[in-house]
């Protein structure tokens, strides 16, 4: 007989057991760690467990655009509010369509959950509209003054810039300011002194001229009476004063200036949101200070280059523009020159949530809808708390009749299944909570379904490597040789039953959406647990048990005995001397003197 070959593993090698232990051990306490240091040391809770707020939104139907509301647009809009709530850091917000004209979001309790509600509110689309004239949020009288405050300023990027204050001004000389704006946009007829304007607003008055008046100086003096009596203070009137109004015309808005509101007439809007290309708030290491800074589109360069120019040769406050997001102003900066390049940023007063949340509503604000809020609904977690109770109820009498029937039927081999179950355990949850933290995912009921369905995967994958073990123990070989013989046999079946699992789980992670999705991810990832756990833990174990004398030795609670299986003799080679002779047994080669 040959002699094997020096150099070359024979079959039944023992390998390095001990090596992959220590990596999977490193990997454990390494995740462990990793969750104790980032703070997150339990999974984030989806909606239906952690309970949160559910908001319909109902798209509007806008005059000349009866065939706005579309499918096209539908997805467009929903794509937009998804990522202007995940700019916000909120874990697994989900934006779905419901029919032709609805939008549900439900947005999980968290941290950020009150900015992305207001943030989802406002869909409307988003205008740049210069300031003609401003003054606080309550009604003008000739009594009181409208006081001003430190606006924010826009810059080139890199320029230095710096809040512009607002004068302050009487209401008869900020109602002159106002028509001399207005005569701007109008044809170039004299805008009205205060007392003309007067006499236009009050016709029933015999002093009213006997010609009809101007219809600039008319819609100038309408739009000042509107602008005196308006009270933003008044949440009835701030919702009216944003209702059907045109990009072109000019236009009264309210907004917040610090604490109190403000009240603004804008002009026709100039640049709007779908000609910002990309904007972020962020920290300037120079001034350290927090600023926005905003990328426009080449067309919207060219518009905001063209406006900005026209503005800095104006005083304040008609040296401002006022970014308009669903008819509210959420900033009003001023510009101290023309902003040419595409690149441009806003400084001024901003502390980190402001700059960041006008930063995400500049970036994700411009949609192809305007939408109205038809029910707001918060969520308990009580109903998502019993039937996550009832679940893991299930799961328990799964995995212990798992258990039971490991015991009975492996008896020693079924601690190995066991402890390989809860590393399995332990890596799963480690995962998701660190994947909680990093990208953001939360844990629903169907991630606990997927979860608990994995448990029979991994099961599944010991069962067949014992098997194999027992079927070389049936063959006549001992415990050592059996365990390195099956390991080929069993890996291929192992591989192959755990990438079609991981197949399904990817296409039902692709096609689907909403919770679905959770239970498709948490399948993939158990899945791949399987692969990790069954080749860098079970497999070693196994080896290193092979070489105790109570699983070598086939003690009958081993789960391995040899009379149990029903074992075969060893093999032995035999011949026959002559015809009808009868057959000897040789178990050596026969030498050749001998005979």
């Given at each position: ?22 990596i999977?051990?490193?990997a454990?306490v390494?995740?462990?760690a ?12 989806g909606?239906?467990?952690?309970g ?5 939104l ?9 065939d706005?509301i ?11 509010i998804?990522?202007r709530?995940n700019?916000?850091?909120?874990s ?12 549900i979001?439900?947005?999980?309790k968290?941290?950020?959950e009150?900015?992305?509600?207001d ?8 205008y ?9 949020g ?10 001003g405050?430190?606006?924010p ?9 710096a809040g ?14 106002l028509s ?9 007829s ?6 003309e ?5 009050d ?7 006997a ?19 308006l009270?933003?203070?008044n949440e ?6 944003a ?11 309210c907004g ?20 910002v290309?990309d ?5 300037d ?9 905003m990328?426009f589109t080449?067309k ?8 900005t120019?026209?503005?800095?040769a104006k ?19 001023s510009?101290s ?7 441009a ?6 502390t ?7 930063g995400?509503?500049?970036?994700y604000?411009?949609?192809?809808l305007?939408?109205q ?19 893991l ?12 029937y490991?015991?009975a039927?492996y ?18 949850y480690t995962?998701?909570a660190l ?28 069962i ?20 390195e013989?099956?390991?080929?046999r ?13 197949l ?12 679905v ?21 079970t497999k070693?174990?196994?080896?290193l ?6 699983f070598?030795?086939?003690?009958p ?5 040899p ?21 000897a ?8 003197k001998?005979?």
């Amino acid at each position: 007989m040959a002699a094997p070959k020096k150099g070359r593993r024979p079959t039944g090698a023992q390998g390095r057991p001990g090596r992959a232990l220590a990596i999977i051990l490193i990997a454990m306490v390494a995740l462990t760690a990793g969750m104790f240091l980032t703070g997150q040391t339990t999974p984030r809770l989806g909606i239906d467990l952690a309970g949160g707020t559910s908001i319909t939104l109902k798209a509007k139907s806008e005059p000349g655009k009866p065939d706005a509301i579309n499918e096209t647009n539908m997805n467009t809009a929903i794509g937009i509010i998804e990522r202007r709530v995940n700019g916000l850091g909120v874990s697994e917000a989900e934006v779905q369509k419901q029919g032709k004209d609805h939008i549900i979001v439900n947005i999980p309790k968290g941290t950020n959950e009150q900015q992305a509600r207001d943030q989802v509110g406002t869909t409307a689309q988003l205008y740049f509209r210069p300031v003609l004239a401003m003054a606080d949020g309550a009604p003008v009288t000739p009594e009181a003054n409208a006081s001003g405050s430190p606006s924010p300023s826009a810059s080139g990027s890199g320029a230095p810039s710096a809040g512009a204050p607002t004068p302050s001004s009487s209401a008869t000389s900020q109602g002159r300011a106002l028509s001399e704006a207005l005569k701007a946009p109008s044809a170039p007829s004299p805008s009205p002194s205060a007392s003309e304007s007067k006499k236009a607003d009050d016709k029933a008055t015999p002093s009213a001229p006997a010609s009809a008046p101007n219809p600039d100086e008319a819609a100038a003096a309408d739009l000042q009476a509107k602008f005196a009596a308006l009270d933003c203070t008044n949440e009835a009137q701030r919702a009216a004063v944003a209702k059907n109004v045109k990009p072109e015309d000019p236009t009264l808005a309210c907004g917040k200036r610090g604490e109190a509101w403000g009240k603004w007439v804008l002009g026709p809007a100039q640049v709007n949101g779908q000609d910002v290309k990309d904007a972020k708030g962020q920290i300037d290491p120079q001034r350290g200070m927090w600023i926005v800074t905003m990328q426009f589109t080449d067309k919207g360069a060219d518009k905001f280059a063209k406006i900005t120019g026209e503005l800095a040769a104006k005083q304040a406050p008609q040296n401002q523009f006022a970014i308009v997001l669903d008819g509210e102003v959420i900033s009003d900066p001023s510009v101290s020159q023309a902003l040419t390049g595409g690149n441009a940023e806003i400084s001024g007063g901003f502390t980190q949530q402001s700059a960041m949340d006008l930063g995400n509503m500049l970036s994700y604000g411009a949609l192809p809808l305007s939408f109205q809020e038809d029910s707001v609904t918060t969520v308990s977690a009580a109903l998502g708390g019993e039937q996550l109770k009832a679940g893991l109820i299930a799961g328990a009498i799964g995995l212990a009749l798992v258990v039971i029937y490991l015991l009975a039927y492996y008896r020693g081999l079924a601690f190995v299944a066991i402890i390989s179950l809860i590393v399995s355990g332990i890596l799963t949850y480690t995962i998701m909570a660190l994947l909680g933290k990093g990208i953001g995912f939360a844990l629903n009921l169907p991630a606990v379904c997927g979860a608990i369905v994995a448990i029979g995967i991994t099961a599944d994958s010991f069962i067949v490597y014992f098997e194999r073990i027992r079927d070389e123990i049936r063959e006549g070989r001992t415990l050592r040789p059996a365990v390195e013989r099956a390991w080929p046999r069993a890996r291929r079946t192992i591989l192959v039953s755990d990438f079609v699992s991981f197949l399904a789980a990817a296409v039902l992670f692709i096609v689907t959406v909403g919770k679905v999705q959770g239970f498709a991810f948490t399948l993939g990832l158990t899945t791949l647990l399987d692969v990790v756990v069954v080749f860098l833990f079970t497999k070693p174990v196994m080896t290193l048990l092979a070489r105790t004398n109570f699983f070598a030795s086939g003690h009958p609670w081993s789960g391995l005995d040899p009379k149990r299986l029903g074992a075969k003799p060893p093999l032995r080679r035999s011949r026959r001397t002559g015809s009808g002779a009868a057959a000897a047994t040789v178990s050596a080669p026969v030498d050749a003197k001998e005979a």
